[in-house]
Nanobody
């Protein structure tokens, strides 16, 4: 079965940095778009960043210039470097694999890792 495990979440002050880690098992990442979503308390889960199989990245406007998503297919890993963190970045962050096969998209999720940005 596909399993994703996130780590790296912590409590940090505004302006601080964190690096989130995601390791996948039961699936190869080579041909899929991978990335990160987040969900703040009382809010819907929102897309944050992703990287496709060719290494092209996309970001939510509010995190552009601050977050960097990367992938390592051999290690089955997806990382998210977060710099200059803001209180609005507080959320549970989820690793995501967008498995698209025969026109059908299936999302896989980890359990999430808590990021809290507070002074």
């Amino acid at each position: 079965q596909v399993q994703l495990a996130e780590s790296g979440g912590d409590l940090v002050q505004p302006g601080g940095s964190l690096r989130l880690y995601c390791e996948a098992s039961g699936i190869l990442l080579n041909f899929y778009r991978v990335g990160w979503y987040r969900q703040a308390p009382g809010k819907q889960r929102e897309w944050v960043a992703d990287v496709d199989s060719s290494g092209n990245t996309r970001y939510l406007d509010s995190v552009k210039g601050r977050f960097t998503v990367s992938r390592n297919n051999a290690q089955r890993a997806v990382d998210l470097q977060m710099n200059n963190l803001k209180p609005d970045d507080t959320a549970v962050y989820y690793c995501n694999i967008n498995r698209e096969v025969l026109g059908h998209t299936r999302h896989f999720w980890g359990q999430g890792t808590q990021v809290t940005v507070s002074s």
